[in-house]
């Protein structure tokens, strides 16, 4: 089993449209969790991290259930920019590594 | 600027050729990565490094090996060993503590001719 999994999509959204994507990890010591979005043929960028309360920034919002073991992004009213590729980055806490999910490919189509 | 600078952006190379990649960063952090990505998937780690002289295997190092002399500094080598070697390499820092972000290089395009 992958330490951390993310369904590979492609997801296929009209603008506005809301989606969601979901992400679980296997080591119940992961410390920190974040979301990174990758465009073709660059570097990965920090989306947000993700916080045990919840967070929200503009479109974005990230839940983290630690019970559960999954992280999970909301992007609502999806522009065409928002397409890309999302990765999920789980941090160990006892061994600092930083593992990445495959990542969910998300087209917005207008 | 502050940063994380991988050098250089293409690279190719002979079979059987050892080659060096280059990651530098004048962030201060302690933490660098090294992620390996083919195409149309995720990254894999490599070997990371939490502090200087110091460094781990992470889930597909046979083939590579790694250095950390300097902070700033945390060189891959892509030995003859490894043996699909063609992939975009990523170089990644971060402070190392709790809750603090990865930032990433514009990574290298390596292709073995």
């Known amino acids: 089993r992958k330490e951390v999994e993310q369904d590979p999509g492609p997801f296929n959204v009209p603008e506005g449209a809301t989606v969601a994507f979901n992400c679980t990890y296997s080591?119940?010591?992961?410390?920190?969790f974040f979301w990174y979005r990758q465009d073709c043929r660059k570097e990965p960028k920090l989306l947000m991290s993700?916080?045990?309360s919840g967070n929200e920034d503009g479109r974005f919002t990230a839940q983290l259930n630690r019970a559960s073991q999954y992280i999970s992004l909301l992007i609502r009213d999806s522009k065409l920019s928002d397409s890309a590729t999302y990765l999920c980055?789980?941090?160990?806490?006892?061994?600092?590594?930083?593992?990445f999910g495959q990542g969910t490919t998300l087209q917005v189509k207008p | 600027d502050g940063g994380i600078t991988q050098s250089p952006k293409y690279l190719f190379r002979k079979e059987g050729q050892n080659v060096t990649l280059s990651c530098e960063q004048n962030?201060?952090?302690?933490?660098m990565y090294w992620y390996r990505q083919d195409p149309g998937q995720g990254l894999r780690l490599i070997y990371y490094?939490?502090?200087?002289?110091?460094?781990q295997k992470g889930d597909i190092a046979e083939g590579y090996s790694v250095s950390r002399e300097k902070k700033e500094s945390f060189p891959l080598t892509v030995t003859s060993a490894q043996k699909n070697p063609t992939a975009f390499y990523l170089c990644?820092?971060?402070?190392?503590?709790?809750?603090?972000?990865?930032?990433f290089g514009q990574g290298t395009r390596l292709t073995v001719v």
């Open positions: 490094s939490q502090i200087v002289n110091d460094f």
């Open positions: 980055v789980v941090k160990s806490g006892n061994t600092g590594k930083l593992i």
């Open positions: 990644a820092s971060s402070r190392g503590t709790e809750n603090t972000e990865a930032f």
């Open positions: 080591n119940s010591a992961s410390q920190s």
């Open positions: 962030l201060n952090h302690d933490a």
């Open positions: 993700v916080y045990s």
